[in-house]
Every structure is written in structure tokens, then in C-alpha cells.
């Protein structure tokens, strides 16, 4: 597993195209957000996905403490906010970027996500530098067109959406 490996595993993940997340957690007192495409359905019975969470991400520790996530799925038109979680801005300011409201239970969710998904963590495996997060979904909210934002060869690109107008200044 050389250096060629690793270049080669690299260029094939760009063609892997994803929706692009938000996983939020919140925990004493303090909201957490960091972007992330390692997010997938697991099952409908019972309803679950996974995420695969870097432990050196700040949102880790945070979100397994309270045992509690969201999924938040970007609408096309909100490259600004996936870049501001994905590292561009301080912990501190990325809720500042898009609406965010915190639901009963606590946790902070974006207004005008296609659809935040509120999970239980059921389940945690550590492998490599990640844990891979399973979560049992406790809620969900719908709002809006599909109208993916997606993350391929390294950068941002929209996917086909329900043929509504929307606006993408991509
Ligand atoms: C498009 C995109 C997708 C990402 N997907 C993941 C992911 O699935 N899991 C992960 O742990 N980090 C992922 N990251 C990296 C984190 O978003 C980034 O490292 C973030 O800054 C970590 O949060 P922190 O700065 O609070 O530690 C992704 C970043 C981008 C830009």
C-alpha cells in the first residue's frame, strides 16, 4: 500500500459524487457543526444511517457525549454554508452562516435544509481515523424542492433536482 495506492484511491474517491451534510450535535450548552459526505441510510427497519466522524473532528467528542445527532441536507444553493463547516470558518462563527433554530429536543437544525434528520447514536465502530456513528432517526423534517448540493472531484456541483426553479450561483 505505497504512495501510488494511496494517489490512486484518492482519484478514485473523486469520482464518488455526494450529497453534502451538515452534522450538528449540541452539548452543555454549546452548538457543534462540521460538514460531512460520509453519511448514508442504513435501513428502514429500524429506520438508521451512518456517519463517519474523524475523531479529531471537533464535533466528535461533542456528539458522542450526548448521544445525539442531526443530518442536515444541503440544498444546492448552499455551498457557502458546507464550506463554512467544513473548516473555512472558526467553530465559533459557522452558525452564523444560514438560518439555524434549535429543535425541542436541543439540537441546532438548518430552516431551509432539504431535510434534517434528528438520530439517536445506537452504535459506534472505531476504524482508522474515524468512528463510524450509526444513528436510530428519532425525527425528520421535509422542507423544500430536491435539489441536491453534491461534492465530486473535489468541489461543489448540483444534482438533478425535482425540475422546480431554483437558483444556483455556483
Ligand atoms: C465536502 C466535505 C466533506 C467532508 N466530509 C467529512 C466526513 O464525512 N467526515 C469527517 O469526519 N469530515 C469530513 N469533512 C471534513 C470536516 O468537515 C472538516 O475537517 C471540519 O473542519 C472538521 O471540523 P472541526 O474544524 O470542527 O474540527 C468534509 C469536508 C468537506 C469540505
Redesign the pocket.
Known amino acids: 500500500m505505497g504512495e501510488r495506492f494511496e494517489a490512486d484511491f484518492r482519484k478514485a474517491m473523486r469520482r464518488l459524487a455526494s450529497a453534502?451534510t451538515v452534522v450538528t450535535a449540541a452539548h452543555e450548552g454549546d452548538h457543534h457543526g462540521?460538514?460531512?459526505?460520509?453519511?448514508t441510510a442504513v435501513s428502514d427497519a429500524p429506520p438508521s444511517l451512518l456517519?463517519?466522524?474523524?475523531r479529531?473532528?471537533?464535533?466528535h467528542d461533542p456528539l458522542l457525549a450526548s448521544g445525539r445527532f442531526c443530518i442536515n441536507i444541503l440544498h444546492a444553493d448552499q455551498s457557502g454554508i458546507?464550506e463554512a463547516?467544513?473548516?473555512r470558518r472558526r467553530?465559533d462563527e459557522r452558525f452564523a452562516v444560514g438560518e439555524w433554530v434549535t429543535s425541542a429536543c436541543g439540537l441546532p437544525f438548518l430552516r431551509e435544509a432539504q431535510a434534517s434528520i434528528f438520530c439517536d447514536v445506537d452504535c459506534v465502530t472505531p476504524y482508522g481515523s474515524?468512528s463510524v456513528v450509526i444513528g436510530r432517526i428519532s425525527d425528520i423534517l421535509v422542507a423544500g424542492h430536491v435539489a441536491p448540493l453534491l461534492?465530486q472531484d473535489g468541489r461543489y456541483t448540483v444534482g438533478l433536482g425535482d425540475g422546480i426553479d431554483w437558483v444556483v450561483p455556483i
Open positions: 453534502v462540521m460538514t460531512a459526505t460520509a453519511v456517519a463517519c466522524v474523524n479529531s473532528a471537533g464535533l458546507a463547516f467544513g473548516g467553530k474515524h461534492y
